[in-house]
């Protein structure tokens, strides 16, 4: 791969891949994750791009991925499947010589629930999801149009430089939108150290919305 045409001989590199895990609050969050198979396949064409000098190539088992994204954007049913997991004998699930998917796989059976439906499938612009009723900060239309656009492969620019996409973060929560400078510092916006006043406000607190602010039926007790 190019990484590898880098660097000198005698030198090496070790790249970490690892399956991506949809999280919740996030454009992704209506994103179909990857089967086991079809993660595996993916290693398999990057290993066979890679140089065998150099280069060497870790990866996080796919099936372990499976199991995060259960636990990643399930509803309130998947402690019923972590519980049952951890009877059935699933302690220390992190670690290889531990995991086993099968622990998960039949624990999310025995509660009725799909792997598919949790995982691997996309999820609709109208579907509730488990995390609706609460906020944290980005509105919801503006994480769908950052979905469609990351399809595409568009990707905004940042908006310390730029005029303001009404994310809802600085104008939910009061924050002043600052910048240092009028453009974006050489090297890129991140990692510069710029003490931003949001930072300096302290944490952004996380608070519960009204299911009728969002138009989602209050949520049913199980
Ligand atoms: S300036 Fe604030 S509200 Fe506007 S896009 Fe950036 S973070 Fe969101």
């Not at 004998?89 to 998917?101: H, I, N, T």
């Not at 906020?135 to 730029?162: K, M, N, P, V, Y």
Request: with cysteine; net charge negative.
């Amino acid at each position: 791969m190019e990484i590898g045409r880098r660097y000198s001989k005698g030198a090496s590199v070790t790249v970490s891949v690892g399956g991506f895990v949809p999280k919740a609050h996030t454009p992704f969050q209506w994103f179909g994750q990857d089967t086991p198979d079809e993660l595996q396949r993916k290693l398999r064409l990057l290993k066979d791009a890679t140089p065998r000098n150099g280069v060497k190539i870790r990866w996080h088992d796919p099936a372990a991925s499976t199991a995060e994204g259960i636990v990643s954007r399930g509803d309130r049913r998947v402690a019923e499947v972590i519980e049952h997991v951890w009877r059935a004998g699933g302690v220390f699930q992190e670690w290889r010589e531990y995991f086993g998917l099968d622990l998960w796989t039949e624990a999310m059976e025995v509660c009725g629930l799909d792997v598919h439906e949790y995982v691997h499938r996309d999820r609709e612009d109208a579907e509730i999801l488990p995390w609706d009723h609460i906020s944290a900060g980005l509105r919801r239309e503006f994480l769908w149009d950052e979905w469609q656009e990351a399809q595409s492969a568009i990707h905004l620019e940042d908006c310390r430089w730029t005029a303001c996409y009404d994310c809802g973060v600085c104008t939910d929560y009061g924050l002043e939108h600052l910048v240092g400078s009028l453009s974006p510092p050489a090297g890129g916006s991140q990692g510069t150290g710029q003490a931003l006043p949001s930072v300096d406000a302290g944490p952004v607190p996380v608070r519960f919305v009204q299911s009728r602010e969002r138009g989602v039926p209050p949520a049913r007790a199980s």
